[in-house]
T-cell receptor, first 113, second 112 residues
Framework: KAGVTQTPRYLIKTRGQQVTLSCSPI?????VSWYQQTPGQGLQFLFE???????NKGNFPGRFSGRQFSNSRSEMNVSTLELGDSALYLC????????????FGEGSWLTVV | GESVGLHLPTLSVQEGDNSIINCAYS??????FIWYKQESGKGPQFIID?????DKRQGQRVTVLLNKTVKHLSLQIAATQPGDSAVYFC???????????FGKGITLSVRP
């Protein structure tokens, strides 16, 4: 069974640009969450999608957005990139609800220059 | 590959010894807890989980202990191996959602 797949793995963007990251969850998983990981802030929750609807949102500005498609695949978008957005962006999938194991992908490394 | 969490506390153990990694959580309403291992350049890898109605759970070479009274979680790794060297995170979850709150992380370094 394939794991959580994220693309692209590495990318470099310029300040002011926007970026879209993609995530394919484990087959059968309908909950997809996104996290930002930086050395200073650690792992922080961005948002969760289930059945194409955003169910939870972390404390990030509106420049960070996402969506989920009917096949449970998800994308997140960051607009007007800032240097501080440089981070590892991680996608996780699970069967929704507390107590269901949450599996992570390998992440997308974003560098903003 | 790159690594994150460059300023984390470090636990250094001798190969073959047992390791104990501790974590304090903050939300008394959390009812599900997970330990993850993250190697350089990779995403967090699930190790073991425990629900709040349990105080101990064992896996292969790993044991998780939960003390809800003091909101403390620990991960014990038996016969630590060089391949166990990584950053370890505890995470907590509550409610009917999949949102995780992560601890700061601890770097485990195994001496040969």
């Amino acid at each position: 069974k394939a794991g959580v797949t994220q693309t692209p793995r590495y990318l470099i963007k310029t300040r002011g640009q926007q970026v879209t990251l993609s995530c394919s969850p484990i087959s059968g998983h309908r909950s997809v969450s996104w996290y930002q990981q930086t050395p200073g802030q650690g792992l922080q929750f961005l948002f969760e999608y289930f059945s194409e609807t955003q169910r939870n949102k972390g404390n990030f500005p509106g420049r960070f957005s996402g969506r989920q498609f009917s096949n449970s695949r998800s994308e997140m978008n960051v607009s007007t990139l800032e240097l501080g957005d440089s981070a590892l962006y991680l996608c996780a999938s699970s069967l929704r609800g507390s107590g269901n194991t949450i599996y992570f992908g390998e992440g997308s490394w974003l560098t903003v220059v | 590959g790159e690594s994150v969490g460059l300023h984390l506390p470090t636990l250094s153990v001798q190969e073959g010894d047992n390791s104990i990694i501790n974590c304090a959580y903050s939300n008394s309403a959390s009812d599900y807890f997970i330990w993850y291992k993250q190697e350089s350049g990779k995403g967090p890898q699930f190790i073991i989980d425990i629900r709040s109605n349990m105080d101990k759970r064992q896996g292969q070479r790993v044991t998780v202990l939960l003390n809800k009274t003091v909101k403390h979680l620990s991960l014990q790794i038996a016969a630590t191996q060089p391949g166990d060297s990584a950053v370890y995170f505890c995470a907590e979850n509550s409610g009917a959602n999949s949102k995780l709150t992560f601890g700061k992380g601890i770097t485990l370094s195994v001496r040969p």
